[in-house]
């Protein structure tokens, strides 16, 4: 067997397992990035629930009857009498 | 010795390295598959690969502000994905005890279940669904083995019970959530989620150590704008709340129309319930009266048949007709007004709601006319907005109602419309012949016919007509300073199937247009059955219109275009006095 051939079959082997330690090194890095994929996700999820409950949040402490429940219990607040009510038009 | 390292090519170190290398391969693989084989072996049993649903939500609805009236929020519920883990012995049942605290269960109780449910694999129970985060972090603590949480999405309704008839609410159905009735049931293909799946690799812990494909992308529910306004929305359900029960009435309802583009700002049902909490559900809670109820628009009607009258050029506003003494039979039948008015106009008749006076109005002309003018504002025919059982009314064609009784149809009666359809049928005169349908879904292009029909018999209703019923006839009490308004009242006599009408029990009506002037909005109420002495249109519906416009036009801020009593007499003291020190006015705008 000449050395050249001796150079190919060790090239070759070499290579092998090259590409195998790479295909398990690759597959790690995989799995490594889509855990953090996983994590990005669930927090996209998590930041729009939150957006959705703090509007919800939002509509409740806004509600009409909420306002106007406060307005008139804690800030005695009433509506002007119509007769005692002037608008100024344009 | 020197001679033989001498001897040492460098190619003969590459492949002694090399040769040690592939030995160190291939010994730990030798190692891992024999050795070590049933340590590895194991790791891999407990991964699987499976289907994994990809979970999004159902689309929102929101209101014409974009304030929310339905939305989706991701919660978790626990899931007992081995029951022999959990309960493998006397550690772990003891935090088997600890979560059942947690929960608020009884553990022999949970124990049964868990019995009941034998070998299946993966358990879910109602304490364990839509769990708050505090609850999860405590469960979590416990560190217990065979439980896992899953992704659900739980509706809520923040208007509660303002909204409830008009959103309805979801069922779920093999896991899956459908909207059982209103526009949930209505607008469900649009709303829903498409779930995606994809196939993944799990550990025993099931975590997902790696994504093999996606199968399904998930598609989440579109958004669903509503031309409700909240704040109108809960005006109107207040009011009606509190008249319905000041009255003790069975039911009631308001519409509220934007007549210049059919939008529909408020459909309010009493009684109700609330969404969120379904013990508070009956049927008869959840019925949106205004949509799908038709009942008998009784004197409602009268401004429509004057017009029809108008349109006909055989009756004329002034035209008198002699309507005493307030009680006659006429085909066999008594007809009675409330008072006895003598000799009214034709306009007085619509006025002063006299029924003895639309009836001798309908003996002076064809009822094509009238027919033909009720099915052109809308009588009979369903809108179409996309509600379930939204009803169509009934009006049977012209020819048949000599056989039903061709005097009813002057007073309002043997025919039937929604309180919807009737708000419709307003904002016509509103719109003096224009027809605009009402929609619901915001955006939406809604029909508006080109030329207008009619126009000249609205137009003198309108202006003339309606708005003499708030300032003489029997509307007083829907009179707004400042506003001028157009409104009819009605009281029907309930119909009830086999027995006929029922002398007792009545319906209160009250439809209005306001400002007359330039119209912004038809508001239509119904009162049904009102257990008190007085129970006509004008004394139980009127001042509810009255109250919901007043909040209605300071809310969208809509121009005032007369001047009030109050304010004349401010400009009355300007003209006298001209300084500004001498007047009282408490508030200015």
Known sequence: MSNFKIYIIGLLIVGNLAVSLGIVWVEHINRAQYRKLQEFTNQKYKLRNDWKKVRIEEGIYASHSRIENKAQNLLNMSLPKKRKLITLND | MINFIKKIRRIDIIAFFVVLVISIILLRSFNLQYTEYERYAGFKEKIEIKHYPIKTSRGSIVDRNNNVLAESIQMHSLIISDTSSLLKDSKAIEKVKKLCVILDMNFIVFLKKLKKRGNTKYTRFKEGRYLPSKTIEKILELNLDGIYFEKEFQRYYPEGEVTASLIGM????????????????????????????????????????????????????????????????????RELKKQAIKVNAKSGSVVILDTTNGDILAVANYPSYDPNNRRTYTPARARNRAIIDSLEPASTIKPFLLAAALHSKKVKLKYEYNTGPGRREIDGKEYTDTTNNGILTAQDIVVKSSNIGSIMML?????????????????????????????EGQLEHYTDWKKLGQNSHAIGYAFKTSPLQLAKAYSVIANEGFVINPRIEKDKITYKNKQPKYKNSFSKIKNIVLQKVI?????????????????????????????????????SLFAGIVPLSLPKLVIVVVIDQPQTKTHGGSDIAAPVFNKIATDSLRILNVSPDKISDYQKNVLNNIKNNYTLKTLEVPYVL
Do not use: C
């Not at chain 2, 509307?475 to 009830?496: C, P, Q």
């Open chain 2, 170 to 237: 979801l069922k779920e159905d093999k896991n899956e959530m459908f909207g059982q009735m209103g526009l949930e049931k209505s607008f469900n293909k649009m709303l829903k989620e498409e779930h995606g799946e994809k196939i993944v690799m799990i550990d025993k812990d099931r975590k997902i150590v790696n994504q093999l494909r996606v199968v399904n992308t998930p598609k989440e529910g579109k958004k669903l704008t509503l031309t409700i306004d909240t704040r109108l929305q809960y005006v109107a359900y």
């Open chain 2, 363 to 391: 003996e002076k002309f064809d009822n094509k006319i009238y027919y033909d003018l009720l099915e052109y504002v809308g009588i009979g025919e369903i809108i179409g907005i996309n509600f379930p059982s939204e009803t």
């Open chain 2, 471 to 507: 300032e003489d006839g029997t509307g007083k009490k829907a009179k707004i300073d400042g506003y001028t308004v157009g409104g009819k009242t009605g009281t029907g006599r309930l119909h009830i199937k086999k027995e006929g009408y029922d002398s007792k029990n009545h319906i």
